[in-house]
């Protein structure tokens, strides 16, 4: 079969490498870009899209980049530890794989590298124009005028993906969430003696402004990638430019913004987020945007995958891992040959869009301590989580993976029992 997939971001790369592996499909790949795209900050993966990299024989060389870990420590504005949690605690004995973090170029690269091994095409420049399905297959036609024919189009071009407006469902726009996120990396050779060495986890404070977030990145742990995630009210120009602004706003008054809200606070771990903030250099600014849970997944020959099909806000680190998934259902579904396309889209879509669906509303629901409070309500926050640990701790309930993420984590693709689906 052979596949034409529209991006060449990780949805539209681990899709081809999964079905030239497994299914000895003819993948080729189209991208708007004139080359790979680095762009961004560091990518969680967490323990089920791990054990899907591992099945793909690419997780030696994610480890080999990548910092893993599943510690998660959340501290007052006073420097306590309000909390101090292994994640994958009570999934470790049945999934023996750990949190990890990398850079989402160093994933690129993984990824690329292994394209290139399995010699998969991939087309650079293009622009795809429109999208024509016949009673055997599809073709597309790029703006420079190079044409293409296949038997399955998949549209891993991401949350403003040209597969669904041009041609699946145009009437689909991405929904502004309300809270934007801006994002550093730091050696953390910048950092002030006293300030390091940083304990191996990802570190979060709440302030009265948003969330901050650090963690290593790095398999040595000598790199730091940061992000600060707040409520920022739709600009009256919602256009890219309108965007563009706001970030450019927002960026140049962060730094005295965060430094304000953290005038009051105290302590070392203040005096690390104070001095992290302040050695940044270059600040990155985006909006969190996702898609509608019920919007058209796919026509007679098209298929749209990642977050083409379910964008989702990042708080809960699910996006790389949902895309991961995506191609090895589909993977498994094309193994019967004698199964009409129908089939596998209607079937690929019931077993996709309630979970999900469920990880998106989690995802949604993480925007808790994001938005802007007073500092007595802010103290009153941290006094009540505090408590709450402690008598989460007392009862043992991180045994029982309440708080967690254990089914998220747990979930196997493989192993969802496709005869029970309807």
């Known amino acids: 079969m052979k596949v034409i997939i529209i991006g060449a971001g990780p949805a539209g790369l681990i899709t081809a490498l999964r079905l030239k592996l497994a299914n000895n499909a003819q993948p080729v790949i189209y991208e708007l870009r004139a080359k790979p795209s680095n762009i961004g900050g560091a990518i969680q993966l967490p323990p089920n899209g791990v054990r899907l990299l591992d099945?793909?024989?690419?997780?030696?060389?994610?480890?080999?980049?990548?910092?893993?870990?599943?510690?998660?420590?959340?501290?007052?504005?006073?420097?306590?530890?309000?909390?101090?949690?292994?994640?994958?605690?009570?999934?470790?004995?049945?999934?023996?794989?750990?949190?990890?973090?990398?850079?989402?170029?160093?994933?690129?690269?993984?990824?690329?590298?292994?394209?290139?091994?399995?010699?998969?095409?991939?087309?650079?420049?293009?622009?795809?124009?429109?999208?024509?399905?016949?009673?055997?297959?599809?073709?597309?036609?790029?703006?420079?005028?190079?044409?293409?024919?296949?038997?399955?189009?998949?549209?891993?071009?991401?949350?403003?993906?040209?597969?669904?407006?041009?041609?699946?469902?145009?009437?689909?726009?991405?929904?502004?969430?309300?809270?934007?996120?801006?994002?550093?990396?730091?050696?953390?050779?910048?950092?002030?003696?006293?300030?390091?060495?940083?304990?191996?986890?990802?570190?979060?404070?709440?302030?009265?402004?948003?969330?901050?977030?650090?963690?290593?990145?790095?398999?040595?742990?000598?790199?730091?990638?940061?992000?600060?995630?707040?409520?920022?009210?739709?600009?009256?120009?919602?256009?890219?430019?309108?965007?563009?602004?706001?970030?450019?706003?927002?960026?140049?008054?962060?730094?005295?913004?965060?430094?304000?809200?953290?005038?009051?606070?105290?302590?070392?771990?203040?005096?690390?987020?104070?001095?992290?903030?302040?050695?940044?250099?270059?600040?990155?600014?985006?909006?969190?945007?996702?898609?509608?849970a019920e919007s058209k997944w796919f026509s007679d020959h098209c298929l749209l995958m990642g977050d083409a099909a379910h964008a989702m806000p990042p708080h809960l680190g699910q996006g790389t891992s949902m895309a991961l998934e995506d191609a090895f259902l589909l993977s498994r579904l094309l193994e019967d040959n004698s199964r009409p396309l129908s089939d596998v889209f209607s079937l690929y879509q019931t077993v996709r869009r309630p979970r999900t669906s469920e990880i998106g509303k989690a995802s949604v629901g993480r925007a808790t301590g994001r938005h802007t409070v007073s500092p007595f309500m802010q103290r009153i926050r941290e006094l009540g989580i505090g408590i709450g640990f402690q008598l989460y701790k007392a009862a043992n309930l991180q045994y029982f993976g309440v708080g967690t993420d254990r089914d998220v984590i747990m979930y196997d693709i493989m192993e969802v029992p496709l005869s029970l689906v309807p």
């Open 55 to 292: 099945r793909l024989g690419l997780l030696p060389r994610i480890q080999a980049r990548a910092f893993s870990g599943s510690h998660l420590m959340l501290h007052s504005t006073r420097s306590e530890v309000l909390v101090d949690l292994d994640r994958a605690a009570a999934t470790r004995k049945d999934v023996n794989f750990e949190y990890m973090r990398i850079l989402r170029g160093d994933l690129m690269d993984v990824l690329m590298e292994a394209v290139h091994e399995q010699k998969i095409t991939i087309h650079f420049s293009k622009q795809l124009k429109s999208i024509e399905e016949t009673g055997s297959d599809v073709g597309v036609t790029f703006a420079d005028g190079h044409h293409d024919r296949g038997e399955l189009l998949l549209g891993c071009d991401g949350i403003h993906s040209a597969v669904r407006s041009l041609h699946i469902d145009p009437s689909v726009h991405p929904e502004y969430t309300g809270i934007s996120n801006m994002f550093g990396l730091l050696p953390t050779s910048a950092l002030e003696a006293a300030n390091f060495p940083i304990e191996p986890a990802l570190h979060a404070t709440m302030t009265t402004n948003g969330m901050l977030g650090l963690s290593p990145y790095s398999r040595e742990g000598n790199h730091l990638y940061w992000f600060f995630s707040q409520s920022v009210p739709l600009p009256g120009d919602h256009s890219r430019e309108g965007w563009q602004a706001t970030g450019e706003r927002e960026v140049n008054r962060f730094k005295d913004q965060l430094l304000g809200s953290l005038e009051g606070a105290t302590g070392a771990w203040i005096q690390t987020l104070k001095d992290v903030v302040q050695k940044t250099d270059s600040i990155k600014f985006y909006p969190v945007f996702k898609l509608p």
